[in-house]
């Protein structure tokens, strides 16, 4: 029989002179240093392996759940909201993942229904596609009025607000846009094809945005994270 005396000393002084103070959540004991006074963890998780961020990143995008992800990898709900908020914060300007704007380009806009915590709640996502490049050039969230969709022309770069482009008949885009290179048509006139499409490939792969679904948000921060972290993967997948 092999026996293995191990010793641990305090993670701060190295004091050999600390006591056992329970255990946390995960079972891993914790200790007190007598002579600095620290409270620790005996071998504690040194973190996820971004191997494993990864994959989490990818099923965020692919319409799992957050509670899909706590029971497949085991990560607390709001350690993936910290990860998400991390992920978001070291993104750049949505404006460097577009593809240089050309003469003859088109926007096509719409707005797609979502909610926050319950239906009475409502979010409209108000979006500006190029119907050349297919990737997003500018977006808002937020209610339905003529002040968001002033919101939405606002953040669209100063290249993009030269072209001509195409929305339904709701009221708001007539107000904002220059009527000089702006049109309302139909559904069936084929100009706004490539943003509806779109918003079916959103709701694809965010669960959160479908119009019956139990995979809702509970605050508008994450509502807003996720879909601007999806953006930016979108806008970046459209140039590979």
Known sequence: ?????????????????????????????????????????????????????????????????????????????HT??????????????????????????????????SFVLKKSNQRWVWVALCRRTRQIVAYFIGDRSETRCLHLWRRIPLAYKRCASFSDFWAAYQHIFAQDRHQSVGKDSGQTNHIERWFNTLRQCLARFVRKTLSFSKSDVAHERVFHLFVHHYNLSCIS
């Open 1 to 77: 029989m092999i026996e293995m005396i191990v010793t641990y000393t305090c993670g701060r002084c190295e004091s050999a002179n600390i006591v056992r103070n329970g255990h946390d959540y995960k079972g891993s004991q914790k200790y007190h240093c007598k002579d600095c006074g620290r409270y620790g963890t005996l071998q504690a998780q040194s973190g996820y392996a971004p191997t494993i961020r990864e994959q989490v990143k990818r099923a965020v995008l692919e319409r799992v759940s957050w509670r899909g992800i706590e029971r497949l990898w085991g990560i607390f709900r």
């Open 80 to 113: 993936l909201a910290a990860w998400i908020e991390s992920w978001v914060e070291q993104l750049p300007p949505l404006e460097a993942t577009l593809v240089e704007a050309q003469l003859g380009d088109v926007l096509e806009l719409d707005e797609a229904w």
